[in-house]
């Protein structure tokens, strides 16, 4: 009976630690790894939440025949500021006065609240009129450390998401 005691006594120190140190190895392999995917992830999530911004804007020109923005948002996220840093967060806004930068003149659509990710570009936004068609033009650069994509807006009011420059 004393023999298959000692044989079932559990693990001993060194195959703990080999067991330690085969997981650290695997850890060190795959986070890098999942890393790059959640950044990928990050990248697509925003590129879609703009480009659905953008389509919105020029959708609600079309319904209101008001012109209709998408721009970086103001601190209080009830008008346009005009700055080329969109990570702040953006908003769309239909015109209701003279001027995108004036609480007053403008009626909130919806708001997109900030990213931690790199969003510069367009610093007057893109405004569509009341046939779509954009005012302004240009594009939206979204990028993370290891991709980038651009929204891109000319004066059709076409929007393209693409990987590479807006041409």
Do not use: Y
């Amino acid at each position: 009976m004393r023999k298959q005691l000692k044989q079932v006594q559990g693990f001993s120190l060194l195959e703990l630690m080999i067991a330690l140190v085969v997981l650290g190895v695997l850890l060190g392999i795959g986070i890098p790894s999942f890393n790059s995917i959640t950044e990928s992830t990050q990248l697509r999530a925003v590129t879609h939440s703009l480009n659905s911004a953008t389509q919105l804007a020029r959708s609600e020109a079309l319904d209101t025949r008001d012109d209709t923005a998408v721009c970086r948002a103001s601190v209080n996220f009830d008008a346009c500021d005009f700055a080329t840093d969109w990570s702040t967060g953006w908003v769309v806004v239909t015109l209701t006065g003279a001027d995108l930068e004036t609480p007053a003149d403008v009626t909130v659509v919806r708001v997109w609240e900030p990213v931690d990710i790199v969003v510069s570009g367009a610093a007057n936004g893109f405004v569509f009129n009341s046939s779509g068609r954009a005012t302004t033009n240009g594009d939206i650069q979204i990028q993370s450390n290891a991709e980038s994509r651009f929204i891109c807006v000319n004066g059709s009011g076409r929007v393209a998401v693409l990987e590479v420059n807006c041409p």
